[in-house]
């Protein structure tokens, strides 16, 4: 099962973690996108994951990911690491057992443990994250997709979160950037974060909000929410910029699935109806939805731009920027 090329690498991992030379169970996991080969070993009784990595580059670089999930795995927030060698692309971590992890208890829990994730010493500063996400918007927009009328209004709006939205170096914290459900892992007590490839240094309102889109329902629930990560109630400046980052995250997801998913420069019938986010995000969260099917994608893509169009017609996204354009910045906003 593990790649006879690959087999004295583990032995060397084995024999350094467990002065084993090999395990007693293996079972190959194929869940996710991932090209990496992944198994769930079991020595002496306990269970771990082993993680083989097959392609590595500038971009997928085993040793800035193992250094964020170690800082992680010390603090409590990722699975304990017992090996890692990013020459050879291979790691080897505690094995949690995931149980279901329903919602009510992840808008509970999930805000904590991200204000433990942000509070991290600084993960390296890959990219600007909004500069990325925003060359796919504009990529898109320059596609001419989207009907005439719908994208002028749609890009004018986005063209005014741009204006008002901080990117101050000095606010990015320690961010995780992948917390789709299958990497939240609910062993029935905690949530442990898994597969750390894109950890690095962000805007800490992104996490948030992605994590909102599965658990935040209504005004009162994200209000509890914030509270729970910032330890009291949140400021105004605090909601208005935790509501611009959502809509930023709907144009991003939009736009990069619609990438994806739509032709470029033949228009599309995007007005509608629109899948409902709410139960689209539920059907992900339970795991009955992934987005390796292209049908899905394009669905996610269309479910973000209904929900954007929504939102934008509330008085509160006037209301986020004007708060947010006329406050000063201040760190850890």
């Excluded at 190959?28 to 080969?37: H, I, N, P, V, Y």
């Excluded at 927030?77 to 992890?101: H, M, Q, S």
């Excluded at 899948?275 to 992934?290: I, T, Y």
Aim: hydrophobic share 45%; with cysteine; aromatic share 14%.
């Amino acid at each position: 099962m593990v790649p006879e090329e690959k087999r004295p690498l583990v032995e060397r991992a084995l024999q350094t973690a467990f002065d084993v030379t090999w395990f007693d169970e293996v079972c190959q996991l194929t869940a996710g996108l991932s090209s990496a080969l992944i198994f769930k070993i079991v020595i002496k009784n306990k269970p771990y994951l082993l993680r083989i990595i097959t392609q590595m580059n500038n971009v997928n670089d085993p040793a800035h990911w193992y250094n964020c999930m170690t800082a992680a795995a010390e603090a409590g927030i990722a699975p304990r690491v017992w090996y890692t060698n990013a020459a050879d692309g291979l790691c080897i971590t505690d094995f949690v057992e995931a149980k279901p992890f329903e919602l009510n208890l992840a808008r509970e829990k999930m805000p904590t443990l991200l204000s433990r994730l942000h509070t991290l010493p600084a993960f390296p500063n890959r990219m600007n994250y909004l500069e990325r996400m925003d060359g796919f918007v504009q990529k898109f927009r320059a596609a001419c997709t989207l009907p005439g009328k719908m994208a002028a209004r749609l890009f004018e709006h986005y063209d005014q979160i741009k204006r008002a939205y901080p990117t101050n170096y000095g606010d990015l914290v320690a961010c995780h950037n992948d917390l789709k459900p299958e990497n939240i892992l609910f062993d029935g007590t905690e949530p442990w974060l898994v597969d750390w490839e894109a950890a690095f240094l962000n805007d800490r309102y992104t996490d948030l909000a992605v994590i909102a889109n599965f658990a935040v329902n209504n005004d009162l629930e994200e209000k509890a929410y914030l509270k729970a990560y910032f330890g009291s109630d949140a400021a105004d400046y605090q909601l208005a910029r935790f509501y611009l980052m959502r809509q930023l995250l709907h144009f991003f997801y939009f736009t990069f699935f619609g990438l994806i998913c739509f032709n470029a420069n033949q228009p599309v019938d995007l007005t509608g109806p629109y899948p409902s986010f709410r139960e689209f995000h539920d059907r992900m969260w339970a795991g009955s939805v992934k987005l390796a099917n292209a049908d899905a994608r394009q669905q996610y893509a269309r479910a973000h731009l209904g929900q954007l169009l929504h939102n934008l017609q509330q008085g509160r996204f006037v209301k986020a920027l004007v708060i947010v354009k006329n406050n000063s910045y201040k760190p850890g906003d």
